[in-house]
């Protein structure tokens, strides 16, 4: 029962910035071991933003890097996304994300049950 509460999200020109934030909050186990973002644009799939492990750890889509930010407070189970130079191809819905795993597990397999979350969702819109 964990539940993503995502801020931070509006209309920007281009060249602009916005931070997108998003707090979990429940039952967490463990920590969360991967939080981070995806987008969706209308008729598009949703697709991978940014991520961070709790080690922080970082992946990128290609089409963010060195405008987008990504980064994470563990005690307090929060991230943030520090978009930059923002562009209208930028323009999605921005979905917040964890992942991890419970106590308990599998005995034929010996893994851990694992868990994810999505958040409902922030409008970015960059346009003119």
């Known amino acids: 029962q964990v539940q993503l509460v995502e801020s931070g999200g509006g209309l920007v020109q281009p060249g602009g910035f916005l931070r997108l934030s998003c707090a979990a909050s429940?039952?967490?186990?463990?920590?969360?071991?991967?939080m981070g973002w995806y987008r969706q644009a209308p008729g598009k799939q949703r697709e991978l933003v940014a991520t961070i492990t709790r080690g922080g750890n970082t992946n990128y889509a290609d089409s963010v890097k060195g405008r987008f930010t990504i980064s994470r407070d563990n005690a307090k189970n929060t991230v943030t996304l520090q978009m930059n130079s923002l562009k209208p191809e930028d323009t999605a819905v921005y979905y917040c994300?964890?992942?991890?795993?419970?106590?308990?597990?599998?005995?034929?397999?010996?893994?851990?049950?694992?868990?994810?979350?999505w958040g409902q969702g922030t409008q970015v819109t960059v346009s003119s």
């Open positions: 429940g039952t967490i186990y463990n920590s969360i071991y991967t």
């Open positions: 994300y964890a992942a991890g795993h419970y106590d308990d597990y599998d005995e034929k397999s010996g893994k851990f049950y694992e868990y994810e979350y």
